[in-house]
């Protein structure tokens, strides 16, 4: 039943893709985010979903008069540029083959990256996008909290085998990323049902990220909390939330949940976080001794016995900046680190320019969270081999075309609205409606 049902919701969406390429983008990112077809058990799990939804959106883009320019912007050229240098990197890499097979996934996901940045283009189009990533992450977040309950949270949660987010880790990861547009969705809907089930998502993927037993995930989502906590205009009523309901989340966790996030602190007796360590340090020797790094997927022990300290223990980079440094070297490593500089900027200047305007706090709002998202990334995935995890690159999607539609509003402005002086915008802030993007 749910092989037929998946399929009937992918070949139904056909001519709709055809006609408007926006919803082409956003039925690949629930494929490719979620992958619904790993949840049937027979047919659906074997067709090639994701190949049939690229291949209608590009055609819908082809025939249909819709714009069909990349927006060039810091994030979307940094993105072009570090595509290109992992181009300039395969040909030279250590394994070919594997390698060969790597850059294949690599330069798809990248492709319709930047055919979602082409097609999401307006308000409607962003907040849809953000819907789509919160059902296609969400959905596990409530699989995975209630399973943590009906356990007692002496079972490790995990995701859909075959994916980004198949391991445990890398599953808290993605829901801790994903916790912050579930709020923004929240703060901004009227209805108190959608308000209700999107407060109860946020508990049970929070409780599923803990289930996973990531120590990686509990590191990024205390400093996802906290900055939360910093841009709320509450923060004596959200300390106080997030004080009541941590305790409560923690103290529901097993005994052997609380031993293995304390070797957090004991990482130097911990055998998991010594292959780490290792495998950061055989990165860093490799893109030292090649310029271009060893390309894509170099875990391997031919390599470990030219470059690790110990050549025994072979492990994964488990790190997004030394998987770019040792599969790209120093120059892709810098690539990578620029983009998501560009990222927090492009979040920041929609801030800055939309604070005061009540017409534009949905944009407000979303810039704000994504921030938070942003850093749950950059510090869960410092644990993490999650380089190439598409979500990030439909968030920066989702920034691009937001500033966009936000400079766009700005300039439609009469001139005696636009914020010529930063007295006028204060003034504004103080007169506009509270808004209701902004944490409590």
């Given amino acids: 039943m749910r092989d037929i049902l998946i399929t009937i919701i992918i070949l139904g969406s056909l001519p709709f893709i055809l006609k408007t390429p926006a919803i082409g983008g956003l039925m690949w990112i629930w494929v490719s985010v979620m992958n619904p077809h790993t949840q049937g058990w027979g047919f659906a799990t074997h067709l090639p979903f994701a190949f049939i939804i690229a291949i209608t959106t590009m055609l819908s883009l082809l025939f249909t008069r819709t714009p069909k320019s990349l927006p060039l912007t810091p994030i979307s050229v940094l993105l072009l540029l570090f595509t290109a240098w992992m181009n300039v990197t395969a040909p030279f890499a250590l394994l070919p083959s594997t390698s060969w097979e790597q ?7 990248m492709l319709m990256s930047f055919v979602v940045m082409m097609v999401i283009r307006t308000r409607r189009d962003i907040v849809r996008m953000v819907w789509v990533l919160v059902g296609s992450i969400g959905y596990y977040g409530v699989k995975g909290g209630i399973f943590t309950i009906r356990s007692g949270g002496t079972e490790r949660v995990w995701g859909p085998e075959e994916t980004f987010i198949g391991d445990n ?36 993927s929070a409780l599923a990220a803990l289930g996973s037993y990531s120590r990686g995930g509990l590191l990024a989502i205390a400093a996802m909390g906290l900055f939360m906590w910093l841009k709320s205009g509450r923060k004596l009523m959200l300390g106080a939330l997030l004080c009541a309901i941590a305790p409560l989340l923690l103290t529901f966790m097993p005994e052997r949940w609380s031993e293995r996030m304390d070797t957090i602190n004991t990482y130097q007796d911990d055998v998991s976080a010594l292959g780490r360590l290792n495998a950061w340090r055989m990165a860093y020797n490799l893109a030292r001794d090649r310029f271009l790094g060893g390309g894509f997927d170099v875990s391997d022990a031919s390599i470990f016995a030219r470059y690790a300290p110990n050549p025994m223990d072979v ?17 892709g490593l810098i690539i990578y680190l620029a983009l998501g500089v560009a990222t927090w ?32 990334f950059a510090v869960g995935g410092a644990f ?19 500033r966009i539609v936000v400079e766009q509003q700005l300039q439609a402005a009469p001139p005696g609205l636009r914020p010529h002086a930063r007295a006028r915008g204060i003034h504004a802030a103080k007169a506009a409606k509270p808004d209701v993007a902004e944490l409590p």
């Fill in 345 to 376: 900027h492009t979040a920041a200047v929609i801030i800055r320019r939309t604070r005061g305007h009540a017409d534009l706090r949905w944009a407000h709002g979303l810039a704000t969270m994504s921030q938070a998202s942003v850093i749950g």
């Fill in 103 to 109: 850059w294949n996934k690599v330069m798809k996901i």
């Fill in 384 to 402: 993490l081999s999650l380089l190439y995890f598409d979500m990030p690159y439909y968030l920066m999607a989702a920034l691009i075309a937001t």
């Fill in 315 to 331: 492990h994964a980079a488990h790190s997004i900046y030394f998987q770019a440094l040792g599969e790209h070297g120093f120059v």
């Fill in 169 to 204: 880790n890398s599953l808290a990861l993605a829901l801790i990323i994903t916790i912050p547009l579930m709020y923004y969705l929240q703060q901004n809907t009227d209805r108190r049902w959608v308000r209700l089930g999107l407060a109860g998502a946020m508990l049970l």
